[in-house]
């Protein structure tokens, strides 16, 4: 390069730079694929070529805190105002990233936790034929050393602000990673910080950023460590959440055994078929499956929206475009998050069946089978969550007639609901609409089945019905 070239091109004045490190804990099982088509599963995950250790890439990562940021500020615009990430693709002529996201490696060897889906026909309710499917996930409880580095030219308040944002989402465990982060996968949080800060405009602190453990991993000992990167980076967001998004959360209780296959025995004495667990705190427990209880809500939502009309471009716009039934449809992510949830205070059993021939009214040969589903008490609850981006109002009254359905034990899920399993009765929910910076509560409770309902402002969830009728009728 030219001595002309190198006098007239972009320099990057660098004033200061900010090292900030995390320990990133997955609290659901998370599925970091490698795209590897020659692996016995179909979603491998992705692991360090050296050690047998989960990767997770500083691009995913910069990804996610790239989207958060953005809906923070921004809400429903589809624009971006932020330079924290560096130019948009569109634009030719855009800066570099200020802020450096390093690859992470998980602290312990994997642990991998093995599922199978498959997806459901929802007029027939039998699965479709080669649709199913298996994945590796990392265990709930894997930890990540993560790293950043901030390098500050100017406009240093706005861009400590949208880091410490963008942080926050993280620390808050409002940012899913992985793929399937919107059925319940990837949800984690950070519960450690470490901030060093280095002015470059002083001889002794670019000696100390000079001589920093650039090569260490995870965090330092013998620094201090922050709960809050706020508090860590010395700073207030006062930047409101501009997200307009509803929250139903929701605690259930079982009306009648629950079965939802599990991909793997726990041993070879197994029954044939058991209940889905998946570990927490260092032990197996049962769960609901985000794709499982997302599926079921799906086939729900059409059959009331053909019953109550002809629009039904409304279940892709909730659920996400099935673009395998029709090909001119374009991919479509869900604006439905919807959480795993575990199931306490359950009791294992072992049920034995047996198939019967329907000519002869006799028993099949060599069809007896166990299965293991988990039964109820008083004490059992599992607490769902789902929250919907963006809603519009007929589509929070979907949303308030499926969790209906559920409440009343006429949406049962999981397998073998023909034979009277899967159903919930619900105890207790809460629902917060945030839209347009205002905020509105809902409550319903119910202390058992044979006692009354109760909902505060009835009348006003009742407009949310109404309006999901005239926008399917219209």
């Not at 058991?274 to 769960?287: F, I, M, N, Q």
């Not at 306490?344 to 002869?360: G, S, Y």
Request: one cysteine or more; glycine letters at 8%.
């Amino acid at each position: 390069m030219s001595s002309e070239r190198l006098q007239n091109r972009n320099q990057r004045h660098i004033i200061e730079r900010i090292i900030v490190k995390g320990t990133l804990v997955l609290d659901t099982p998370t599925c970091l694929g490698s795209g590897d088509a020659d692996s016995d599963t179909d979603l491998v995950l992705l692991r360090d070529s050296i050690e047998d250790k989960a990767l997770l890439m500083g691009s995913s990562i910069a990804g996610a805190l790239r989207n958060y940021l953005r809906e923070y500020q921004n809400g429903s615009e589809n624009t971006e105002k932020s330079q924290l990430f560096g130019g948009q693709r569109s634009d030719e002529e855009g800066e570099q990233s200020p802020l450096i996201v390093s690859d992470a490696l998980s602290i312990e060897h994997i642990k991998v936790e093995l599922r199978d889906g498959v997806k459901i026909n929802s007029t027939t309710r039998t699965a479709e034929h080669g649709a199913k499917y298996d994945l590796e996930l990392l265990e709930a409880g894997t930890k990540f050393d993560l790293c950043f580095e901030l390098l500050i030219e100017n406009h240093r308040e706005q861009l400590v602000r949208e880091l410490a944002i963008a942080l926050q989402g993280l620390e808050c465990g409002e940012i899913h990673i992985g793929m399937k982060k919107r059925r319940g996968f990837g949800r984690c949080h950070v519960e450690k910080w470490q901030v060093w800060q280095f002015d470059l405009q002083k001889f002794d602190e670019r000696l100390a950023w000079l001589t920093f453990e650039h090569w260490s991993i995870g965090l330092l000992p013998n620094y201090p460590t922050h709960d809050s990167i706020a508090t860590a980076l010395n700073i207030s967001i006062n930047e409101e959440d501009k997200r307009d998004r509803l929250t139903i959360q929701a605690i259930f209780t079982l009306a009648s055994p629950l079965l939802i296959r599990s991909g793997q025995a726990s041993t070879d004495k197994a029954p044939d078929v058991v209940h889905l667990k998946s570990k927490r705190d260092g032990e197996l427990k049962p769960v609901l499956s985000g794709t499982s209880l997302a599926g079921v809500l799906r086939h729900r939502a059409e059959r009331i929206v053909n019953t109550l009309g002809k629009n039904i471009n409304i279940i892709d716009e909730i659920f996400g475009s099935d673009i395998s039934k029709d090909k001119s449809k374009k991919a479509k992510a869900s604006r439905l998050v919807v959480d795993e949830s575990v199931i306490t205070e359950t009791t294992d059993l072992v049920q034995n069946r047996i198939a019967i021939d329907r000519f002869t009214g006799g028993a099949l040969h060599g069809a007896l089978f166990e299965e293991q589903p988990i039964f109820g008490s008083d004490q059992t609850e599992l607490k769902l969550r789902l929250e919907l981006r963006e809603p519009d109002n007929h589509e929070i009254g979907l949303l308030l007639l499926l969790i209906k359905d559920l409440w009343t034990g006429d949406l049962p899920v999981g397998g073998t609901s023909s034979i009277g399993r899967g159903r919930l009765q619900g105890k207790e929910a809460k629902i917060t609409l945030r839209k347009l910076q205002k905020t509105t509560i809902w409550t319903i409770s119910q202390a058992s089945k044979d006692e009354p309902l109760s909902v505060n402002d009835a009348a006003s969830l009742e407009k949310f019905v109404a309006a999901l009728n005239e926008e399917i009728a219209a």
